[in-house]
C-alpha cells in the first residue's frame, strides 16, 4: 500500500520566492497534519485538518503561511514570500478519524532550503 | 495542558547494550501513547503504541509499559544493534482530540560497534 506521499523531496530557492509543498494522504484517512522540523525547534505542528476542514492552524508561525485541502486527496502548504528563517523539512502526517489509538502515518519529507 | 518530557540525548551506547529512553507524560482523560522512530533523512515511523493503563506495547526488540501510577511510558530494548541509530519520539493522543498528537523533543540514539 502507498504510505503518504510528499513532493518534492527537496527543494532550493531564493528568498523571496513562493514555495509550495505537496502532500497526498493515505487513501481512506480522513485527517492530516503539516509539521516542521529543525534542529532549534524540533518538531512542531503547523496545521491539521478533519474532513478537509482545517481544526487548529495556531501553529502557522505567520501570515506568509498558508494550507489549503481542496480534496481528501491532496493538500498544499503555501510559503509565500519565503525567507531563510524557513529553512526546515516539513513532514505531512496522515491518519483516520476516530478514536484516539490511531497511529499518525508519515511522509518522508519535503526539505527546503532557503537562499 | 497535554505535555510530553523525554529524557535528553544524546545517548550513546555499545552493541548489545541495554537501552532506556525515558518518557513521562501529562494529559487529561486517558490518552493513547505512541513511540516514533526516525531514521536519518526519513519522515518517523511508528515503532508501538499502547492505548490502556497497564498495556505494554513491543516491536523490533523494543517494549515500552503504560504506567498510569508514575505517568510514564519508557521505551527499553535488551540488546540494541547499530542499525538502532536514530531519533525516538514519544507522544500522545488524547481520547478527546480530533487527531493531533503531542510529540516529545526526540532522544537521538548512538549505537556504536
Known amino acids: 500500500d502507498a504510505g503518504v506521499i510528499q513532493s518534492p523531496r527537496h527543494e532550493v530557492t531564493e528568498m523571496g520566492q513562493e514555495v509550495t509543498l505537496r502532500c497526498k494522504p493515505i487513501s481512506g484517512h480522513n485527517s492530516l497534519f503539516w509539521y516542521r522540523q529543525t534542529m532549534m525547534r524540533g518538531l512542531e505542528l503547523l496545521i491539521y485538518f478533519n474532513n478537509n476542514v482545517p481544526i487548529d492552524d495556531s501553529g502557522m508561525p505567520e501570515d506568509r503561511f498558508s494550507a489549503k485541502m481542496p480534496n481528501a486527496s491532496f493538500s498544499t502548504l503555501k510559503i509565500q514570500p519565503s525567507e531563510p528563517r524557513d529553512s526546515a523539512v516539513y513532514f505531512c502526517a496522515s491518519s483516520p478519524t476516530g478514536g484516539s489509538n490511531q497511529p499518525q502515518h508519515f511522509g518522508d519529507g519535503t526539505r527546503l532550503s532557503i537562499l | 495542558g497535554n505535555s510530553v518530557t523525554q529524557m535528553e540525548g544524546p545517548v550513546t551506547l555499545s552493541e548489545e547494550a541495554f537501552l532506556t529512553i525515558n518518557c513521562t507524560y501529562t494529559?487529561?482523560?486517558?490518552?493513547?501513547l505512541f513511540w516514533y522512530v526516525q531514521y536519518p533523512g526519513e519522515g518517523l515511523q511508528l515503532l508501538l503504541k499502547a492505548t490502556k493503563a497497564d498495556d505494554k506495547g513491543s516491536n523490533k526488540g523494543f517494549e515500552a509499559t503504560y504506567r498510569k501510577e508514575t505517568t510514564s511510558f519508557h521505551l527499553e530494548k535488551g540488546s540494541v544493534q547499530v542499525s538502532d541509530s536514530a531519533v525516538y519520539f514519544c507522544a500522545l493522543r488524547d481520547g478527546g482530540s480530533q487527531g493531533n498528537l503531542i510529540f516529545g523533543k526526540g532522544t537521538k540514539l548512538s549505537v556504536k560497534p
Open positions: 494529559a487529561t482523560g486517558y490518552p493513547s
